[in-house]
């Protein structure tokens, strides 16, 4: 379906006004404008699998610049493992940095408490904040503004080979995490495979820690609580995965690389993702038959099942040259429409409301298998040091999987990295 034509004029100065004026906030609304008036380059920065996510994101932009004919999206993809340091590097030296920026969910308030993002309130850009789902669009805020507009939201489940489950007298997916270990044990004693293979990422952490009661901080109490017990206990079960056989030895480098890698050639029975790399999973040789790749919720602990809310956003840089042009691109491309394509080719879940109305979002497999399990994802601590808790953590992990700490070493170690970040927490 065509985007209809929006009416009224609007020129890019007066845009651009609006978002600088009081702040970056306008007096009244910017609701339209005609896309023939706005002109400049907009250099996006685009954070998405290149090989899999990024051609659907290109042909959106090709038509973009159809509709805004003196506008031209300078496209670069950038690794989403380096984008977060590469992004702040160009900020602070002022050059390079890109006009619109694929983020994280778990970048955005820090990148605002910095300085670095334009707000969006009263802009273009934001196109009926009401239709945005509550979760992704919290990860937006920062002091009371709006800083990003959600581009998908996600989370984490257990995809696993059907076929091998079944060889190993498993019928279902594993709902508990004792029965996750068994189902891992039972596919490496009666297949030969490796029962379940794990990623070395903090994000991949979370669901253990918040299985046990446990999470890396409580933001409302300004408490660390990666220490825990319950943490500590999450850790535990991990590291019991990992001693016990049931999971794989973790690879180190490349760790999300090569679990992915094991899964889709047939390697491995189980592996913890999300939607995203669900169409990725299906191009593995595991998965002629897509029949036999099942998605599930994540098995749960003694204290209950949970997943941690991901997702990307759309943000603008303050320091743009093209504020106009940028709006007019974040709103074109976190659109329903839009939104609705890419979930109709790539199963990614849309942040808005209308469009899970839509034939193709309601027709697509992946996105009715997702949208259950992210429904229930757990929103995270959206609190500007939230972009750097992962890396101690993922550090510390490493240790863990090479046998150099324990899990109640783990603990000690993060929390006394994250008492340097958080100053002044409890």
Request: some cysteine; charged content about 20%.
């Amino acid at each position: 379906m065509r985007r209809t034509p929006l009416v009224g004029l609007v020129t890019g100065l007066a845009l651009a006004l609006a978002a600088c004026g009081g702040g970056g906030s306008a007096d009244k609304p910017v609701t339209s404008v005609d896309p023939a008036t706005v002109s400049g380059t907009v250099t996006y920065w685009d954070t998405s699998d290149a090989a899999v996510e990024a051609p659907v994101f290109k042909e959106l932009i090709k038509e973009f610049e159809s509709k805004h004919p003196k506008v031209r999206v300078n496209y670069v993809n950038v690794p989403f493992g380096e984008a977060q340091n590469k992004f702040k590097t160009a900020a602070q030296g002022g050059s390079g940095t890109p006009d619109v920026l694929r983020a994280d969910v778990g970048w955005v308030t820090e990148f605002a408490s910095l300085g670095y993002l334009a707000p969006l309130d009263g802009t273009y850009a934001l196109d009926k904040p009401e239709d945005l789902l509550p979760t992704p669009a919290g990860s937006t805020k920062f002091n009371g503004r709006t800083f990003a507009v959600p581009q998908t939201t996600d989370s984490l489940g257990l995809l696993y080979n059907r076929e091998l489950l079944k060889k190993a007298g498993h019928e279902a997916p594993p709902k508990t995490v004792a029965e996750l270990k068994q189902f891992a044990l039972d596919v490496k004693d009666k297949t030969g495979k490796t029962g379940l293979t794990l990623n070395v990422d903090g994000f991949f952490v979370l669901p253990f820690l918040y299985g046990e009661g446990g999470d890396l901080v409580d933001a409302a109490n300004k408490k660390i609580t990666v220490n825990s017990p319950q943490s500590v206990a999450g850790l535990r079960v991990i590291s019991d995965l990992i001693s016990s056989g049931a999971a794989a030895k973790p690879a180190i480098a490349d760790s999300y690389l090569a679990a992915m890698t094991a899964f889709k050639e047939g390697r491995t029975a189980m592996i913890y993702n999300g939607p995203w790399s669900t169409t990725d999973a299906l191009k593995g040789a595991a998965f002629k038959n897509k029949g036999n790749l099942g998605v599930a919720p994540v098995p749960a602990g003694s204290v209950k099942a949970a997943s941690p809310t991901g997702g990307h956003d759309y943000t603008v840089y303050a320091g743009s040259k093209n504020l106009a042009a940028s709006y007019a691109f974040v709103r074109f491309m976190s659109s329903t429409e839009s939104q609705s394509k890419v979930a109709a080719r790539l199963g990614l879940l849309p942040t808005r409301t209308s469009a899970y109305a839509r034939p193709e979002v309601q027709g697509n497999e992946l996105v009715k298998t997702w949208k259950p399990i992210v429904d229930t994802g757990a929103p995270r601590a959206w609190i500007p040091e939230g972009g750097q808790l992962f890396e101690p953590l993922v550090q510390a992990y490493q240790g863990m999987a090479t046998g150099k700490l324990d899990a109640a070493g783990v603990g000690r170690t993060v929390d006394g990295k994250y008492r340097e970040i958080l100053k002044g927490w409890n």
